[in-house]
């Protein structure tokens, strides 16, 4: 992780750490995901293109599938793109998306426990989906999916390290 520190601040100010981008190997699950979600998408709509004998139900379908995958994978890695991660002093922020920006900041008091999971894709790409469940009941868990499985594991660390040290106090 990156940490900067600026001159100015003391020794008893938390530490600022830079926003990071997923791993570029994420980008195959982001795109892949998405993939997926387009074709479920586009079948629906190429069996009702077809049902009004506007065009014929196989061209409709598959002309559906092509154009649903591809505007998916594409999503995806616009996704993919816009998504980034920070940990520091105070605690964890995650933020993505361009047009609809949306910045979800946890701070390490509510942090209740923390999760790792690694699906098949996961695992073959060395990723992990981090799941940090937060006190509260609206939106009481963040999850963040395509992070390195070395930094998600780190982050796990850290974030219940400090959970443990404002347990102390």
Do not use: C, N
């Given at each position: 992780?990156?940490d900067?520190?600026p001159e ?9 750490v ?8 994420a980008?195959?699950l982001?795109m ?14 190429a ?9 014929p139900?196989?061209?409709a379908?598959l002309g559906a ?5 591809l505007?998916?994978?594409?999503l ?29 900041r946890?701070p ?13 894709f996961?695992?073959?790409w ?14 009481s ?25 404002d347990?102390?106090l």
């Amino acid at each position: 992780m990156t940490d900067a520190v600026p001159e100015a601040e003391s020794a008893s100010h938390p530490v600022v750490v830079d926003w990071r981008p997923l791993p570029p190997r994420a980008r195959s699950l982001f795109m892949l995901s998405h993939a997926a979600m387009g074709l479920a998408l586009a079948i629906p709509i190429a069996i009702v293109s077809a049902s009004t004998h506007y065009f014929p139900i196989v061209p409709a379908v598959l002309g559906a599938l092509v154009v649903g995958g591809l505007l998916g994978a594409w999503l995806g890695a616009k996704r993919f793109r816009s998504t980034a991660w920070r940990l520091d002093a105070d605690g964890f922020g995650y933020r993505r998306g361009r047009l609809f920006h949306r910045e979800t900041r946890v701070p390490a008091s509510r942090v209740q426990h923390i999760d790792l999971k690694h699906g098949p894709f996961e695992r073959h790409w060395k990723l992990a989906t981090l799941v940090i469940h937060t006190a509260g009941s609206k939106m009481s868990a963040v999850s963040v999916t395509g992070l390195d499985a070395d930094d998600a594991e780190t982050l796990r660390d850290r974030l219940a390290r400090q959970l443990d040290s404002d347990d102390a106090l």
